[in-house]
């Protein structure tokens, strides 16, 4: 999962400014590394490894000219984090084409085979963007290029989306013509469109959630739809047309753990589906006869499941950990015994709030059991008398191919064999997931239509072992 942004406005706007700040909103959908593309008459980039406000601490802002240009933040699932692979990408040929994306290729080896084989391109990285790119470029060329019309643009987009399978919202700029803006047939990953206006025209933005538009003072439009094409062009008119699509399946895992709270996405703010998903973990928890005396949660993406839970329970929410903010997100750390050390350093519970209660305590996810074996561990040091595990999340039985990193299925903790194995494992009086049935009647009930492939085992691309297969086999290598 990655955070991207995009922008086109006006000569007398500066679009390196909306996306340093359109960055560090969506900081939290990745933090290995970050980089900008600006546009004038020549493509202007800069990249680096680490958070956003480190990258760009001294560069002069005003050296990224021009009133296009887009950014992006990387969570590494494909691909090492090296420099090389660091987004925007930039071909030269046909046009200039600098490109980002949030998602995950998966029938890479197809496309690595056919843009060499058919289009003479031999990739250079191991970041999958380069195959939407390199398929964009090919079929950009077969038309007649001085005299390049929408039409051909949106042909293009559209024949891309039938060649590259798997998640990917992307952002274009194309030299002198334009920001192009599209999402995968099932519209798998997020995107969202704003605009606002100025004295010297629109300003148009696109960003994987609307947050980053409340911080810029933007109106927002909407969510790009499943295998929607949106391009820009020069004279900033707004040319919108749906590409390949097929039935929608927006990933339900940016709902419960990727996006922020104040997220608005396909209608739905974050938070209030939080506090849904919360009270129905309280029938759950009441039809197996639990009875906790407080509700805590793991900071910080568990507190709305918690207030729904503790309202719906009729108990006190009080918060139980003390969070080091300073610290980064443990899961992204590569081996077992560093993720642990990230746990253990980040959170401490507050003794007296826990000592000698039935706690129940809420994470949104149990991937592979770390964090939650330590959040146990830390409870009972701390005097909790029952420690009740609750994760908002159905059990994950199988690995996101979409460009979530949840280790493979060996990993994966409900895959062990039983609740009660469960419980051993991270040692908790009892564990509590929410019903992936109920999951699927709240989805329904609020018109969301999504891909659950982590819970159900239903990849909405409908994919072979072969494919599955190779996607372990290059995340494994990767981590290497
Ligand atoms: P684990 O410790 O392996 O069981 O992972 C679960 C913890 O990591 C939970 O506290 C989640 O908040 C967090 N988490 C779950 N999925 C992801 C993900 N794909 N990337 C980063 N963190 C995650």
Same mark, same amino acid.
């Given at each position: 999962? /990655?955070?991207?942004?995009?922008?086109?406005?006006?000569?007398?706007?500066?679009?390196? *400014?909306?996306? #340093?700040?359109?960055?560090?909103?969506?900081?939290?959908?990745?933090?290995?590394?970050?980089?900008?593309?600006?546009?004038?008459?020549?493509?202007?980039?800069?990249?680096?490894?680490?958070?956003?406000?480190?990258?760009?601490?001294?560069?002069?802002?005003?050296?990224?000219?021009?009133?296009?240009?887009?950014?992006?933040?990387?969570?590494?699932?494909?691909?090492?984090?090296?420099?090389?692979?660091?987004?925007?990408?930039?071909?030269? *040929?046909?046009?200039? $084409?600098?490109?980002?994306?949030?998602?995950?290729?998966?029938?890479?080896?197809?496309?690595?085979?056919?843009?060499?084989?058919?289009?003479?391109?031999? $990739?250079?990285?191991?970041?999958?963007?380069?195959? $939407?790119?390199?398929?964009?470029?090919?079929?950009?060329?077969?038309?007649?290029?001085?005299? $390049?019309?929408?039409?051909?643009?949106?042909?293009?987009?559209?024949?891309?989306?039938?060649?590259?399978?798997?998640?990917?919202?992307? #952002?274009?700029?194309?030299?002198?013509?334009?920001?192009?803006?599209?999402?995968?047939?099932?519209?798998?990953?997020?995107?969202?469109?704003?605009?606002?206006?100025?004295?010297?025209?629109?300003?148009?933005?696109?960003?994987?959630?609307?947050? /980053?538009?409340?911080?810029?003072?933007?109106?927002?439009?909407?969510? #790009?739809?499943?295998?929607?094409?949106?391009f820009i062009d020069n004279d900033l008119n707004v040319h919108r047309r749906t590409g390949f699509v097929e039935k929608p399946a927006h990933c339900i895992f940016c709902y419960i753990y990727f996006s922020r709270e104040d997220s608005i996405m396909r209608g739905q703010?974050?938070?209030?589906?939080?506090?849904?998903?919360?009270?129905?973990?309280?029938?759950?928890?009441?039809?197996?006869?639990?009875?906790?005396?407080?509700?805590?949660?793991?900071?910080?993406?568990?507190?709305?499941?918690?207030?729904?839970?503790?309202?719906?329970?009729?108990?006190?929410?009080?918060?139980?950990?003390?969070?080091?903010?300073?610290?980064?997100?443990?899961?992204?750390?590569?081996?077992?015994?560093?993720?642990?050390?990230?746990?253990?350093?980040?959170?401490?519970?507050?003794?007296?709030?826990?000592?000698?209660?039935?706690?129940?305590?809420?994470?949104?996810?149990?991937?592979?059991?770390?964090?939650?074996?330590?959040?146990?561990?830390?409870?009972?040091?701390?005097?909790?008398?029952k420690v009740y595990f609750v994760s908002a999340a159905p059990p994950i039985v199988s690995p996101c191919i979409y460009g979530i990193d949840m280790a493979t299925k060996g990993e994966l903790i409900a895959n062990c064999g039983s609740i009660d194995k469960i419980n051993e494992i991270i040692g908790a009086d009892a564990t509590i997931y929410q019903s992936l049935e109920d999951l699927q009647k709240?989805?329904?009930?609020?018109?969301?239509?999504?891909?659950?492939?982590?819970?159900?085992?239903?990849?909405?691309?409908?994919?072979?072992?072969?494919?599955?297969?190779?996607?372990?086999?290059?995340?494994?290598?990767?981590?290497?």
């Amino acid at each position: 999962m /990655c955070g991207i942004v995009g922008f086109y406005g006006p000569p007398s706007k500066k679009a390196v *400014y909306d996306i #340093i700040s359109g960055l560090l909103s969506l900081q939290h959908r990745g933090q290995d590394s970050v980089g900008v593309v600006t546009f004038d008459d020549k493509f202007h980039v800069k990249k680096g490894l680490g958070l956003v406000s480190n990258v760009f601490k001294k560069v002069n802002l005003d050296s990224l000219p021009g009133s296009i240009g887009m950014g992006h933040v990387r969570y590494t699932t494909q691909g090492s984090n090296e420099i090389m692979n660091v987004q925007p990408f930039t071909v030269n *040929y046909p046009f200039g $084409l600098s490109m980002v994306h949030n998602g995950n290729v998966i029938n890479f080896n197809y496309l690595r085979k056919y843009l060499y084989e058919e289009h003479h391109r031999l $990739l250079e990285t191991s970041n999958d963007l380069e195959l $939407l790119l390199y398929t964009l470029a090919s079929e950009l060329e077969l038309h007649d290029l001085k005299n $390049l019309s929408i039409d051909d643009i949106f042909d293009s987009v559209k024949s891309t989306q039938q060649k590259v399978r798997g998640a990917y919202a992307t #952002i274009t700029v194309i030299a002198n013509k334009g920001l192009l803006v599209f999402t995968d047939p099932y519209g798998i990953r997020p995107l969202v469109m704003g605009k606002k206006d100025t004295p010297d025209g629109p300003c148009y933005g696109f960003a994987s959630e609307s947050t /980053c538009f409340d911080y810029l003072d933007y109106e927002v439009i909407g969510d #790009i739809g499943a295998g929607e094409i949106v391009f820009i062009d020069n004279d900033l008119n707004v040319h919108r047309r749906t590409g390949f699509v097929e039935k929608p399946a927006h990933c339900i895992f940016c709902y419960i753990y990727f996006s922020r709270e104040d997220s608005i996405m396909r209608g739905q703010l974050v938070a209030d589906l939080r506090v849904k998903m919360g009270r129905m973990l309280a029938e759950k928890m009441r039809e197996e006869g639990f009875e906790p005396d407080i509700v805590i949660d793991v900071p910080s993406s568990a507190y709305f499941f918690a207030s729904g839970l503790s309202e719906e329970l009729g108990i006190p929410y009080r918060r139980g950990f003390a969070k080091n903010n300073h610290i980064g997100r443990s899961f992204i750390s590569p081996t077992q015994s560093e993720r642990e050390k990230v746990v253990r350093n980040k959170l401490n519970p507050i003794r007296e709030v826990v000592k000698g209660k039935k706690v129940a305590v809420v994470d949104d996810s149990i991937v592979r059991g770390t964090t939650s074996k330590h959040i146990v561990s830390l409870l009972r040091k701390a005097g909790a008398d029952k420690v009740y595990f609750v994760s908002a999340a159905p059990p994950i039985v199988s690995p996101c191919i979409y460009g979530i990193d949840m280790a493979t299925k060996g990993e994966l903790i409900a895959n062990c064999g039983s609740i009660d194995k469960i419980n051993e494992i991270i040692g908790a009086d009892a564990t509590i997931y929410q019903s992936l049935e109920d999951l699927q009647k709240l989805c329904e009930k609020v018109k969301l239509p999504v891909c659950d492939a982590c819970f159900s085992g239903n990849y909405p691309t409908g994919d072979t072992r072969e494919i599955f297969a190779e996607i372990e086999q290059e995340r494994l290598s990767s981590r290497k």
